[in-house]
């Protein structure tokens, strides 16, 4: 996990408005809107490199409302488009979900099949080292 956050960390594209971290109790405040438990690593996620900008991939945001990677506002796109309810998204790709589980596993979910792929990853860090950070 370290390593992928040094990773990310390094890689932070500059842009004109940067993003900001969340604090715990965002989160919490999240979690109440949602009403569902955020999964340990997405919470750390979220902690740690949500301000991060890099390639094209736009991975979930909780800091600022107005976003369009705000996470309340995408887990409610891809909730009303299919995607289980037990599944928080942690990043869109056109019409595809990255979404994760309770446990911590993440997994592909197809907009164009309306179902989830075979494509998974054993949590939330392994998804950024092998698709965000290849992205």
């Not at 009403?35 to 909780?62: C, M, Q």
């Amino acid at each position: 996990m370290e390593e992928v956050i040094e990773q990310l960390r390094e890689l932070n594209e500059t842009v004109p408005v940067p993003l900001e971290l969340p604090e715990e109790e965002v989160l919490v405040e999240i979690q109440e809107q949602l009403l569902i438990h955020l999964p340990f690593e997405l919470r750390e996620f979220l902690l740690k490199v949500s301000d991060v900008v890099y390639g094209h991939l736009e991975p979930v945001t909780a800091s600022d409302p107005q976003s369009h990677t705000y996470l309340p506002e995408v887990t409610a796109t891809a909730w009303s488009l299919g995607v289980p309810r037990d599944l928080v998204p942690i990043c869109q790709d056109g019409d595809d979900y990255y979404v994760v589980s309770v446990e911590g596993e993440v997994t592909l979910w197809s907009g164009a099949e309306a179902e989830l792929t075979d494509e998974t990853w054993d949590s939330v860090w392994h998804w950024a080292r092998d698709v965000w950070l290849e992205s």
